[in-house]
C-alpha cells in the first residue's frame, strides 16, 4: 500500500538553527499538508498546500515557517531559526482530492531543539 | 470554526473486554468524522470515518462508531479489545466543504492481559 515517507524520523538541533524536514507524498495525491504534536499535546495543523502554493495555513505557521515542493515529489517543511517551543513530532500528509477523501498521514518526523 | 473533545485522556482495559472512547465535536456547518489510531513509534493510521449515510460506521481492526447528529458526539467501540490495540486513537472532524482535519487531545488505551 502506498504510503507517506518522511525524514529524518528524528533530529536534534541547536536554537537558532535552520531545519528542514522532508516528505514524499503518496504518488497523484494533489493536497499535502504539515502537522504538529507538541508533547502531551493536540495534533495540530500547520499549513496546507495545493496547486504548488499555500491554501490554508494556522496561526502557528508564521514567518519562520515555509514549505516548498521543489521537484514534484519531495515536499519540505522549512523552519528558519528553530526556538525551544518547535520541539515536536511534525507530521506530513497528503490526500488524493479535496471534499470527504481520506488524509494520509507519514510516521512523523520528532524534532528535539536544544 | 470546529472543536473536538475527548473526554478521556487514559482508558485501561484488559484484554477481551469491551471498550469505548467518547468524542464530542462543535462545529456550525457540516462535517466529516474520523478516528485515527497511533501504534507506538509509528504514524496515524485511519481507522474509519463518517461522511454520510448510516450512521454507524465499521472500520479495520473489529472498530465502529457511531455518529451522533443531535449529541454532536462520534463514539468509537469495540467489542473484545486485544493486547495489539494498545495505542493512542484520535478523533478529528473537517468541514463537509473544508480542506483540514481538526483534532482531539487523543486517549491514549492501555490493554492489560
Known amino acids: 500500500e502506498p504510503e507517506v515517507t518522511q525524514t529524518p524520523s528524528h533530529q536534534v538541533t541547536q536554537m537558532g538553527q535552520e531545519v528542514i524536514l522532508r516528505c514524499v507524498p503518496i504518488s497523484n495525491h494533489l493536497y499535502f499538508y504539515w502537522y504538529r504534536q507538541i508533547l502531551g499535546q493536540k495534533v495540530e495543523f500547520l499549513v496546507s498546500?495545493?496547486?504548488?502554493?499555500?491554501?490554508?495555513k494556522s496561526e502557528i505557521f508564521d514567518d519562520q515557517f515555509s514549505v516548498e515542493r521543489p521537484d514534484g515529489s519531495n515536499f519540505t517543511l522549512k523552519i528558519r531559526s528553530t526556538k525551544l517551543e518547535d520541539s515536536a513530532m511534525y507530521f506530513c500528509a497528503s490526500r488524493p482530492g479535496l471534499t470527504g477523501n481520506t488524509i494520509y498521514f507519514g510516521e512523523g518526523s520528532w524534532l528535539t531543539v536544544v | 470554526a470546529q472543536s473536538v473533545t475527548q473526554l478521556d485522556s487514559q482508558v485501561p482495559v484488559f484484554e477481551e473486554a469491551p471498550v469505548e472512547l467518547r468524542c464530542n465535536y462543535s462545529s456550525s456547518v457540516s462535517v466529516y468524522l474520523f478516528w485515527y489510531v497511533q501504534y507506538p513509534n509509528q504514524g496515524l493510521q485511519l481507522l474509519l470515518k463518517?461522511?454520510?449515510?448510516?450512521?454507524l460506521v465499521k472500520g479495520i481492526n473489529g472498530f465502529e462508531a457511531e455518529f451522533n447528529k443531535s449529541q454532536t458526539s462520534f463514539h468509537l467501540r469495540k467489542p473484545s479489545v486485544h493486547i495489539s490495540d494498545t495505542a493512542e486513537y484520535f478523533c478529528a472532524v473537517s468541514e463537509a466543504a473544508g480542506n483540514k482535519l481538526t483534532f482531539g487531545g487523543g486517549t491514549r488505551v492501555l490493554v492489560k492481559p
Open positions: 498546500f495545493y496547486n504548488n502554493e499555500i491554501s490554508e
Open positions: 463518517y461522511l454520510s449515510g448510516s450512521t
